[in-house]
């Protein structure tokens, strides 16, 4: 009984010790990021941070994993260095901010604003930016594997030497981007709008194509091996230093007489059986 009793005052004691997780940020707290302009290296996991507006804020090297920052307004804002995995983001205007080398895996960006926003070599796995907008936003490096982009708005962006395998581009528009030396492997660019984009030495292979705009898209060195092209518009592309291609799934896509092939393949015009 005696043994029992203590052994209980023991377990007892050591919960007391315990430091349990809080939220950091409170309402005035919230209140002094606001008027510091940001938190660099803060502590500021689980945070509410929903609707701040600061112009140019510095969270670099902060700790924001789960935080809630739903509908917040830092255009120009500086993210460098921070951990951002999990954090609520979506519907927020972060144009022109700073992500680079950011952890950022399963981050909600959904119908966000991220015009010129700079990802470098950032880790984005499994983030979701559906709808949202990443025109001249610059993901050099960037780790986008399994990534949700669907609907997103990505023309002129940098995306080269980026991981994006297994990423789901559905139906976004990415003309004249760079994807040049990027690992595209099994993502689905079906529908994608990429007119006049850099595809060279990228790897394409078992890649989803179909319904896709590639008119006047470069694809020099790149990889299509059992890339599915169905529908595929390469009018005007130069797909004659690609690899992968075969006569049989040309079959399924089409192009024009601008269009350029490797030696003995040929393509149908588009608009015609």
């Not at 999990?86 to 960006?109: H, I, Y």
């Not at 601008?258 to 588009?270: A, H, N, V």
Request: charged content about 30%; glycine content about 10%.
């Amino acid at each position: 009984m005696m043994h029992s009793l203590l052994l209980a005052i023991g377990i007892l004691g050591g919960l007391a010790g315990l430091s349990w997780p809080t939220v950091h940020a409170n309402a005035d707290e919230k209140q002094k990021v606001v008027e510091n302009g940001g938190c660099p290296g803060c502590d500021l996991h689980l945070a509410s941070l929903r609707g701040i507006a600061i112009d140019k804020a510095d969270f670099t090297d902060a700790v924001l994993r789960e935080a809630d920052m739903k509908g917040v307004r830092l255009m120009g804002a500086r993210f460098v260095g921070a951990d951002l995995r999990r954090t609520e983001m979506e519907k927020s205007d972060l144009s022109g901010a700073d992500f680079s080398g950011a952890s950022m895996r399963g981050v909600d960006l959904e119908k966000s604003r991220l015009s010129g926003a700079k990802f470098e070599r950032a880790d984005v796995r499994s983030a979701d930016f559906g709808e949202s907008r990443l025109d001249d936003a610059d993901f050099l490096r960037a780790d986008l594997r399994d990534a949700f982009l669907r609907r997103a708005e990505l023309s002129g962006a940098m995306l080269r030497q980026a991981k994006m395998s297994n990423a789901d581009l559905e139906r976004a528009r990415a003309e004249a981007a760079d994807f040049q030396e990027s690992n595209l492997e099994r993502a689905n660019l079906s529908r994608l709008m990429a007119a006049d984009a850099k595809l060279s030495g990228a790897d394409l292979t078992y890649t989803n194509m179909s319904h896709a705009n590639f008119s006047g898209a470069d694809f020099d060195g790149a990889d299509l091996e059992g890339a599915h092209l169905r529908s595929a518009d390469f009018s005007g592309a130069d797909l004659s230093g690609a690899s992968g291609l075969t006569a049989e799934r040309l079959e399924l896509a089409c192009g024009d007489a601008r269009t350029k092939l490797p030696e003995g393949l040929q393509i149908r015009t588009c608009g015609t059986e």
